[in-house]
């Protein structure tokens, strides 16, 4: 049973970084995508961004990009989130999840697996 564990999450001030962790487990994730994901109360969840586990290719929404970077860590079975120049409408449950498709979809129906979300929050 595929398992993902998010960390890392906290208050920050507007322009500063934080860093998320996914650590997966029960699967074998070089046939897997992971995707992030936030949700802000009120809203639906919008997906951040993807990576292909194997190729390393990634994907992201025009609202992070050039400031929020995907990687993984193949030995660690972890793939992060690097934050920067974080906003007050970044402020969110981040989420990752995982699924076997490897176009790196934007439909948070396309994925199968989810952690069980850390928050982050960005003040003014």
């Known amino acids: 049973q595929v398992q993902l564990v998010e960390s890392g999450g906290g208050l920050v001030q507007a322009g500063g970084s934080l860093r998320l962790s996914c650590a997966a487990s029960g699967g074998t994730f070089s046939s897997y995508a992971m995707g992030w994901f936030r949700q802000a109360p009120g809203k639906e969840r919008e997906f951040i961004g993807a990576i292909i586990w194997s190729a390393g290719g990634t994907l992201y929404a025009d609202s992070v990009k050039g400031r929020f970077t995907i990687s993984r860590d193949n030995a660690k079975n972890t793939a992060y989130l690097q934050m920067n120049s974080l906003k007050p409408e970044d402020t969110a449950v981040y989420y990752c999840?995982?699924?076997?498709?490897?176009?790196?979809?934007?439909?948070?129906?396309?994925?199968?697996?989810w952690g069980q979300g850390t928050q982050v929050t960005v003040s003014s």
């Open positions: 999840a995982a699924t076997t498709d490897i176009l790196l979809p934007r439909s948070p129906l396309r994925y199968a697996y």
